[in-house]
């Protein structure tokens, strides 16, 4: 079955630093996938997608992530971090047309 | 434009009771799943619905029902309770099929004693 690891639970990084989240897929064919940011006692909110097209994907807050099929890779990149990325962060897949199958997740801690 | 809502916000039930949690997706959008995050987790598919059908099932037992309304909005139910159902019941809503953007809903806390 098609799934996300993410790797790393726990990421750690200082105030303007680069901030790397890491995510891999398995898939037999070319999947959907997405990051979301969770902020403690709230829902889930989308920060960017793959589907289609162009394999550099740029989301809200300064994040992108590049989609790389031989790596079978979706990571997520921001250049400078800001104390306010402190959040947990979800890689997931569509495997289908119905479910949407999410990682462990990545838990930010951005340091002054 | 009102998000996904949903109610209650927490919730605390005794093994074995029942317990019903409600969705209210976003206008327009014809779309609801849920989905369970337990503490420390990443969310586990439950259902999803569209245009009152059920469209998927992810992989837990039949003590788990759920159904969409004609204005779209769903409950999830819950017979039976077992402690490890103790977590956050999140609701996404999306337009369409899946590859529309998902919106999830703040979530109901539901703890199990």
């Known amino acids: 079955a098609q799934s996300v690891t993410q790797l790393g639970s726990h990421v750690s990084v200082s105030e303007g630093a680069l901030v790397l989240l890491r995510c891999n897929y398995s898939s037999s064919v070319p999947p959907y996938l997405f990051w979301y940011v969770q902020y403690p006692n709230q829902g889930l909110q989308l920060l960017l997608k793959?589907?289609?097209?162009?394999?550099l994907v740029k989301g809200i807050n300064g994040f992108e992530a590049e989609f790389k099929k031989s790596e079978t890779s979706f990571h997520l990149t921001k250049p400078s971090a800001h104390m306010s990325d402190a959040a947990e962060y979800f890689c997931?897949?569509?495997?289908?047309?119905?479910?949407?199958?999410f990682g462990a997740g990545t838990r930010l801690t951005v340091k002054p | 434009d009102a998000g996904v809502t949903q109610s209650p916000t927490h919730l605390i039930k005794t093994r074995g009771q029942h317990v019903t949690l409600r969705c209210s997706p976003i206008s327009g959008h014809k779309s609801v799943s849920w989905y369970q995050q337990v503490l420390g987790q990443g969310p586990q598919f439950i259902f999803q619905?569209?245009?009152?059908?059920?469209?998927g099932r992810g992989n837990f037992p039949d003590r788990f029902s759920a159904r969409q309304f004609p204005n779209y909005s769903s409950e999830l139910n819950v017979n039976a309770l077992l402690l490890g159902d103790s977590a956050l019941y999140l609701c996404?809503?999306?337009?369409?099929?899946?590859?529309?953007?998902?919106?999830f809903g703040p979530g109901t806390r539901l703890t199990v004693t």
């Open positions: 619905y569209y245009e009152k059908e059920e469209r």
């Open positions: 997931a897949v569509i495997p289908n047309n119905n479910d949407m199958r």
């Open positions: 793959y589907t289609t097209g162009a394999t």
């Open positions: 996404a809503s999306r337009a369409g099929t899946a590859l529309y953007e998902q919106y």
